[in-house]
């Protein structure tokens, strides 16, 4: 029985390595990446009506020059660029059918916008429920829609995405007005992990000589009140 059994089990395998051999057969053993490295900034800014140009792009494979290979893909219209936040795709493939790829992210705004930006989170924000929690240093965007509202991308300054590290889901995104005074409102917002939006938001103000913006927005019926401080990057 145990004879049996073991032939068996060798009838398996050569069967098992014919199987495999044939699978393989005409498939080469090493395949190479192609590598893609951007030049510039990875989180760029330009303004609109003006030309973009792109700082530039390099790809290799295997050592070789690879980079009349690249495939550059973005919804922007490097030509006659509109505000929004823009993402520029650089793909290459190899022969084998494997692909690598970069992104870079370009923020698009009217040169007499004050407001939109790259901001960090300042180390005085906080979260007041049952005592101040105080967190900082993550980063947001803001951008104009040309039309004197902006999108934000986390009224709770990171606080779910990045600091509990719940990701993107949980970022309350939302659309500011700004008036002339530069004094801020809440248009709408949206945190799609859990479905709902802020409560209450006031004493929102940019100000435009420190290049700081600053809010009150509450969450949640208990409430969670975060008092939110966004110094603009250089």
Known sequence: MKKYISTIAAGLAIVALASCS???????GITYYPVIELEGPIYDKATAGTPFVDPGYSSSLNGEDYTSNVVVTTKMDLSNPKPGYYSIVYSATNSDGFSASATRYVLVSDADDPVSGYYTVNGGSYRDYNGITYYGGYQEVIYGNGDGTYQISDLLAGWYEYR???GSAYALTGELKADADNNITLESSFLSGWGDSAGAFYDGKYDAATGTLSYVVEYTDYPFIFHVILDKND
Do not use: I, L, R, S
């Open 164 to 166: 509990a590290g719940y």
């Open 22 to 28: 044939k699978d393989t057969e005409g498939v080469t």
